[in-house]
């Protein structure tokens, strides 16, 4: 194969490869190497102290190694943002991206793993034997249905964190914005009956949210149409959610599944017309979080709906996973979870649409990622749920 020689001159043109260059981390050292001294406990003798007492007591390597706070992004690039299977090398800025986040929002140390395999049993078998030098596994841009087993053999496997944020932080932002968008006109999640579109790895970790939350009923739609127990080409995934959903009966399209409802939840990348919009209930909530492009134009939805969010930073409500990922994790590892569970994920959900408080509006009912009060808000209540929850360690 021949590849074009690139000039980086002209990359760095665009302001996006002029901030790439190099990439987005670096390794600092949190102690002085100034002198011989230094050196010695740093490094050699004074170190061999320090290992044979972890190998004495294995639960010391949390207080004098920085496993306790550091994590694992791994991907094996088979589903990049909207990009889809890319290979891991091109996989790597965003799990550089995501290893930045972590620091910026709640001062976790993460790792950026892009590893060269796709089979199950080799990725769990990889994250498995790399799983001692980390405190939690963030699983990123695994493609469907594949990352469900993989997260699921993994949580089995390891006694740390494990947490696919393509599903679970996408599922807890949505649910704190539906909270809130439900709270202006006066109704709880018990009252609403929402359509979601796409059965991937969000679409299924948010109607499992919300199905946990208390959602009044829920349709899930793929691309051949509403998962129902009469279809017959379900996965077991989708099976699943076939029982355990849509309790009104319903078949059919996304569309016509949206007749009456009261919200949407765009997980698909498909487009609705602004017809289905219009046919759902009066006060209705339409979240369209494909990126970037959402399933319905924001201003078109928002002629219908009283609430409207997206994925994207330049209109207002933005579904950003960065609101909840950072302080799970931080979370946990303060209190050194062996897992994070369903209710740790509902407690992130709610400290989040807590946030909010009295100012909800309709183009407020999630705050920005830059909001100060977010990451020590989610901190708090994952901590304070795996305690009750019996997974904390300390």
């Known amino acids: 194969m021949t590849v074009t020689p690139v000039s980086l001159e002209s990359l760095d043109l665009d302001p996006a490869f002029a901030l790439h260059r190099g990439g987005k981390l670096e390794v600092r050292s949190t102690v002085p190497v100034r002198d011989a001294d230094d050196l010695s406990l740093a490094y050699t003798p004074g170190v061999a102290r320090v290992c044979t007492a972890i190998a004495d007591n294995p639960d010391l390597v949390n207080d004098y190694t920085w496993v306790s706070n550091v994590v694992a992004v791994v991907s094996d690039g088979t589903a990049v943002l909207g990009l889809g299977d890319i290979g891991p ?15 910026q929002f709640a001062n976790v140390d993460a790792v950026p793993i892009c590893i ?77 009956r929402a359509v979601v579109a796409g059965a991937g790895a969000s679409g299924v970790a948010v109607s499992r949210i919300l199905l946990n939350a208390g959602i009044g009923d829920i349709a899930v739609s793929d691309s051949k149409g509403v998962i129902h127990a009469g279809r017959e080409d379900l996965n ?17 399209s996304t569309e016509q599944a949206l007749a009456g409802a009261d919200v949407f939840v765009g997980l698909s990348g498909s487009t609705v ?68 569970t369903e209710n740790m994920k509902v407690a992130a959900a709610d400290a989040l649409a807590a946030v909010v408080g009295d100012d909800v509006a309709e183009n407020y009912v999630i705050p920005s990622p830059f909001d100060a009060r977010v990451a020590p808000a989610v901190i708090a209540a994952v901590a304070r749920q795996a305690r009750e929850d019996g997974v904390a360690r300390k």
């Not at 796709?118 to 841009?141: H, K, M, Q, W, Y």
């Not at 496997?157 to 599922?171: E, K, S, W, Y």
């Not at 077991?236 to 059919?252: E, F, I, Q, Y």
């Not at 339409?286 to 997206?310: I, K, Q, Y």
């Open 236 to 252: 077991p995934v989708k099976r699943a959610l076939a029982r355990d959903t849509n309790k009104a009966g319903l078949s059919g």
């Open 116 to 192: 060269d395999c796709t089979d199950v049993d080799a990725i769990v078998e990889t994250v498995v034997r790399l799983a001692p030098s980390f405190g939690g596994i963030n699983l990123e841009d695994i493609s469907a249905p594949r990352c469900f087993e993989v997260e699921e053999r993994l949580r089995a496997l390891l006694d740390i964190p494990v947490f696919h944020d393509d599903q679970h932080g996408t599922a807890i932002v949505v649910l704190a914005a539906l909270r809130n968008a439900a709270r202006l006109s006066g109704r709880s999640l018990g009252d609403l």
């Open 89 to 103: 090398a091109a996989a790597m800025p965003v799990m550089e991206g995501k290893a930045l986040l972590f620091k």
């Open 273 to 340: 017309s602004e017809q289905a919009i219009a046919a759902m209930a009066r006060d209705s909530i339409v979240f369209a979080l494909s990126n970037p492009t959402p399933e319905v134009d924001p201003a078109v939805a928002g002629r219908h709906a009283r609430v409207v969010a997206t994925g994207r930073s330049d209109y207002p409500n933005q579904i950003n996973n960065v609101l909840a990922f950072p302080g799970v994790f931080r979370g946990a590892l303060d209190v050194r979870a062996t897992t994070i």
